[in-house]
């Protein structure tokens, strides 16, 4: 089993930066890809951002690209979301999520951290 513990969303002005980490435990040699995702009140969970564990290739949603950055630690199994130029609209549960195999199906979820962003 793997577990992921996201920590360090919080409330931010727009304009602010806040920088996510989700930790990554248990068996978790076989990780092929960790990605960003986020819900909203009301909406359907959207991704936000992926990372390869191995090559580091990164991907965005159209939303956040520019604004946000996804990285990984390899040797802490931490991978990171440095979000920059924040709007309400990034107002969400942000969640991270591991990918065993690499068919962008992933395999475990965070339980989630709050980022509000006022105006």
Do not use: H
């Not at 991907?59 to 990984?72: C, E, L, M, P």
């Not at 390899?74 to 195999?101: G, K």
Request: aromatic share 12%.
């Amino acid at each position: 089993q793997v577990q992921l513990v996201e920590s360090g969303g919080g409330l931010v002005q727009a304009g602010g930066s806040l920088r996510l980490s989700c930790a990554a435990s248990g068996r978790t040699s076989r990780t092929y890809a960790m990605g960003w995702f986020r819900q909203a009140p009301g909406e359907e969970r959207e991704f936000v951002a992926r990372i390869t564990w191995g090559g580091g290739q990164t991907y965005y949603a159209d939303s956040v690209k520019g604004r946000f950055t996804v990285s990984r630690d390899i040797a802490r199994r931490t991978v990171f979301l440095q979000m920059n130029r924040l709007t309400p609209e990034d107002t969400a549960v942000y969640y991270c999520a591991l990918d065993v195999a690499g068919t962008a199906r992933y395999d475990y979820w965070g339980q989630g951290t709050q980022v509000t962003v006022s105006s």
